[in-house]
Nanobody, 126 residues
Framework: VQLQASGGGLVQAGGSLRLSCAASGRAFSSYVMGWFRQTPGKERDFVAT????????QYADSVKGRFTISRDNAKNTVYLQMNRLKPEDTAVYYC????????????????????WGQGTQVTVSS
């Protein structure tokens, strides 16, 4: 499956951005989806994940209460709404698909994801 992330940009601290990730293929509704982020010289870190139907979600502690992951299976798209952004949220954000997850499951581990988007830069100024 091919993933195309978009929506990054430059925003002031306290502002909001919404990232989108469009997926190819017909099986999108059976993929566990996730967002990760990475800064130079560091590991790619988990941000959020969502189950097939979108009824279950999980977040990294650092973004809980500020970020919301959602999906529209009819549009083959997963979103990451980011509110109250902080300078430490600055990173390249990647969407990813776990092709082997089962219904109701969530994936927080980078190694569970087989397909990755190209990344979109988010920069939060102080």
């Amino acid at each position: 499956v091919q993933l195309q992330a978009s929506g990054g940009g430059l925003v002031q601290a306290g502002g909001s951005l919404r990232l989108s990730c469009a997926a190819s293929g017909r099986a999108f509704s059976s993929y566990v989806m996730g967002w990760f982020r990475q800064t130079p010289g560091k590991e790619r870190d988990f941000v959020a994940t969502i189950s097939w139907s979108g009824t279950r979600t999980q977040y990294a502690d650092s973004v809980k209460g500020r970020f919301t992951i959602s999906r529209d299976n009819a549009k083959n798209t997963v979103y990451l709404q980011m509110n109250r952004l902080k300078p430490e949220d600055t990173a390249v954000y990647y969407c990813a698909a776990d092709l082997n997850g089962v219904a109701g499951s969530l994936s927080t581990t980078r190694l569970r994801y087989e397909s990755w988007g190209q990344g979109t830069q988010v920069t939060v100024s102080s």
